[in-house]
């Protein structure tokens, strides 16, 4: 066994001194460079749709971690098997380390956002990696020239030779974590400097009568993202590209943003990815500047039907330009709840379009806008089969009582939201069991742009119930009850709850 569990070390302890210093590497010059993240972002891209929903299903916030955690096991994997076999082939080691730096190096390089440089840290990595897995051989191992195998493993040798070696790569790590964290808490520091304007449209005050958290708290806000790590942007020398399909091209900083009158509203906003009854939704008061303005004074050119925001990371979101036109309030948000935008949510200015999913209206970390058509350009998402345009579907939840719950018979309030962006939420209706529907109290609304909170007086009777609930929009349509997944334009069927009442 020690035969094994050696080699494997060396080879796991050379991939982890080369892996730190790539990582500071990239940390202290393109942090999405790095090859833990070039390799992530790779696997997500090549991943099939069913699995993508899985892992957002199951594993919701955490997918990102649990994600970087397989790769890493891979990683351990793969370098103890190299570091097993160099013992009596030394040129496994240099193959071994070559593979592993051109799977980074590919992984960074077929990034949307690749620049040529992308590919140094993996391949500065792999090339310490080879070096010291064979360092440690050659200092471990003692070669009889008759005998290719090991005619010896010196244990002191190695435990002096590994100490060092690990010692390197603990401090090398640290250092690319206190890298990124003072990025980032420049970064923050920025935003927190900044003095958002008042908005030349502000938004009403909330309707008497709301509910308690008819606002999503910033902290509470879904995340659904394929950005392994939160990009960290200096607001200082952000910009935005406008071109394509308009007559000026325009560049913008933040400040110019800043400057444009600013509009305030309350949208809800919710991912495609959201099951019936899911988490993925919720309501913000955004400030940004509207974009149909913006795209009037560039002067738009016949034939253009598509809006496509991309990412400093590379994401690529379509939005068909007539939700710009059609009255909506599509804007580019700079402020959420109050404050400018959280990193996580899109610092420094993300978009937002009201009445369509996510994926399909709201970039975030936005760099570029180009004014294009959709026969010439399919987005990030698109190119996935997803749905090109992404409308809200009418859709409802309960989220009182919950799943499950053990209730006290008597007089009990049913509660839930239900949402039609655009269109407006006009009746949600209850049902117990198989009894006929009841209409439910929809509370009030600043408008047709957000969820509505309702809620239906129950007197439960002791048994276990069945509670459905299904909406009917503004225009009369009635939520479907046929169930289908997210997968390609957004899930359906009405939601349903068990309870036991005592």
Not at 269 to 282: F, T
Request: charged share 20%.
């Amino acid at each position: 066994m020690r035969r094994i569990a050696w080699p494997a070390v060396i080879g796991v302890l050379s991939a982890a001194f080369g892996v730190a210093l790539a990582e500071v590497l990239a940390a202290a010059t393109r942090p999405q460079a790095g090859p833990l993240v070039a390799v992530g972002g790779a696997v997500i891209d090549a991943a099939p749709t069913p699995l993508k929903e899985f892992a957002v299903r199951t594993l919701g916030t955490n997918d990102k971690p649990v994600l970087l955690g397989t790769i890493a096991l891979a990683l351990i994997l793969f370098t103890a098997l190299v570091g097993v076999l160099s013992v009596r082939r030394r040129w496994v080691a240099v193959a071994g380390a070559a593979l592993f730096g051109l799977a980074g190096a590919v992984a960074a390089a077929l990034r949307p956002a690749a620049i040529a440089y992308d590919v140094v840290p993996s391949i500065v990595g792999a090339a310490v990696a080879g070096a010291t897995l064979l360092f440690l051989l050659h200092r471990s191992y003692r070669t009889d020239p008759a005998d290719p195998g090991p005619a010896g493993f010196d244990r002191r040798a190695f435990l002096r030779t590994a100490a060092v070696i690990a010692g390197g790569a603990v401090v090398a790590g640290a250092t690319s974590e206190v890298v990124k964290r003072v990025r980032g808490g420049a970064v923050t520091r920025s935003r927190e400097a900044i003095e958002l304007p008042v908005a030349a449209s502000p938004a009403k005050p909330l309707p008497a009568g709301t509910a308690p958290g008819f606002v999503t708290a910033n902290a509470d806000f879904y995340r659904v993202d394929t950005a392994l790590t939160v990009p960290s942007i200096d607001v200082s020398t952000w910009r935005l590209r406008i071109h394509g399909m308009v007559e000026r091209e325009v560049e913008l900083s933040f400040d110019d943003l800043l400057q444009r009158p600013l509009i305030e509203r309350d949208v809800t906003l919710n991912c495609v990815s959201n099951e019936v009854g899911g988490p993925y939704i919720g309501t913000a008061r955004w400030l940004g500047v509207p974009l149909a303005p913006l795209l009037r004074e560039l002067g738009l050119k016949p034939g253009a039907d598509q809006v496509v925001a991309r990412s400093v990371e590379g994401m690529t979101i379509g939005t068909p330009v007539e939700t710009v036109f059609d009255g909506r309030d599509t804007m580019l948000c700079v402020g959420m709840n109050g404050e400018p935008l959280p990193l996580a949510h899109g610092f420094p200015v993300r978009m937002l379009t009201p009445g369509l999913y996510g994926y399909a209206g709201a970039c975030k970390w936005m760099t570029e806008l180009e004014l294009t058509t959709f026969a010439d350009f399919d987005a990030y998402w698109v190119r996935r089969k997803w749905g090109a345009r992404g409308p809200v579907k009418t859709a409802s939840r309960i989220d009182k009582p919950a799943p499950f719950a053990k209730l006290n018979a008597g007089k009990l309030t049913v509660a839930g939201v239900a949402w039609a962006q655009g269109r407006g939420i006009k009746t949600v209706e209850v049902r117990v069991d198989d009894r006929p529907w009841a209409k439910a109290e929809l509370l009030p609304v600043p408008s047709t742009d957000t969820w509505v909170q309702w809620r239906y007086e129950w007197p439960a009777t002791a048994g276990l119930h069945t509670l459905s609930v299904r909406a009917v929009d503004g225009t009369g349509a009635v939520q479907t009850e046929q169930r289908a997944t997210p997968f390609p334009d957004g899930a359906t069927g009405w939601h349903t709850v068990t309870a036991t009442v005592e």
